[in-house]
């Protein structure tokens, strides 16, 4: 399909160990964006890449989270050393462009559980 | 410090029983007011984006409207398939591209 392609769509994990979320965003996007959604919150903004600039990691929450999107497209979100309140939903997004009020486009998510 | 707040947070409605989901903001230079459906497990689907007070959407049985201080998704004789929550969500001008989100609206449509 033409779409945001998460993996794995779930992934259960025990504390204390790394996970990587993997990300191929839509085809000729050059913004994408990680996302967070938490059992009865909002989606919780985490970082954002724009072509070759850097990264805007100001929503990561520890600095157990790290990202890293390579030659411009797939992009990967590592949390290491998992904590359980670290569970949810990551989603990720990609857009046509950077510019605030261009439509952004959300995969499936990946759904974490940490146990 | 850019606030989305919507209500109500769950809405049961009857298969034809229209009504309005809101969307309350404060926001330093809106650059985009965005409405968005989740079904349960899925990621968000875009709806509309709307820009500027008095602007309006439609789309099917949905119609979104934007003042300076909320917006409104009103569903026009809903069906069962319209149930979802439906987040909104603002682009600011103080960060050109994070989107903040409110928590959502559950609606259930009983046929």
């Known amino acids: 399909g033409a779409g945001v392609s998460q993996s794995p769509s779930n992934k259960v994990t025990e504390k204390g160990k790394d996970v990587e979320l993997r990300c191929d965003p839509i085809?000729?996007?050059?913004?994408l964006y990680w996302y967070r959604q938490s059992l009865g919150q909002g989606l919780e903004f985490l970082i954002y890449?724009?072509?070759?600039?850097?990264?805007?990691k100001s929503g990561l929450p520890s600095d157990r989270f790290s990202a890293e999107r390579t030659g411009g497209s797939v992009s990967t979100l590592t949390i290491q050393r998992t904590q359980q309140e670290d569970s949810a939903v990551y989603l990720c997004?990609?857009?046509?462009?950077?510019?605030?009020?261009?439509?952004?486009?959300f995969g499936e998510g990946s759904w974490l559980t940490v146990v | 410090e850019d606030q989305v707040t919507q209500s109500p947070e769950a809405l049961r409605l009857q298969e034809g029983e229209s009504s309005s989901l809101n969307c309350s903001y404060t926001?330093?230079?809106?650059?985009?007011l965005f409405w968005y459906r989740q079904d349960p497990g899925k990621g968000p689907e875009f709806l509309f984006t709307?820009?500027?007070a008095g602007e309006e959407k439609e789309k099917e049985r949905l119609k979104a409207t934007l003042t300076k201080k909320e917006s409104f998704l009103h569903i026009t004789a809903p069906k069962p398939e319209d149930s979802a929550t439906y987040l909104c969500?603002?682009?600011?001008?103080?960060?050109?591209?994070?989107?903040?989100f409110g928590k959502g609206t559950l609606l259930t449509v009983n046929p």
């Open positions: 997004a990609s857009s046509p462009q950077a510019v605030s009020g261009n439509t952004i486009y």
């Open positions: 085809s000729g996007h050059t913004a």
């Open positions: 890449f724009q072509g070759n600039s850097a990264p805007d």
């Open positions: 926001v330093s230079g809106l650059r985009g």
């Open positions: 709307l820009y500027s």
């Open positions: 969500a603002l682009g600011s001008g103080g960060s050109n591209y994070k989107l903040t």
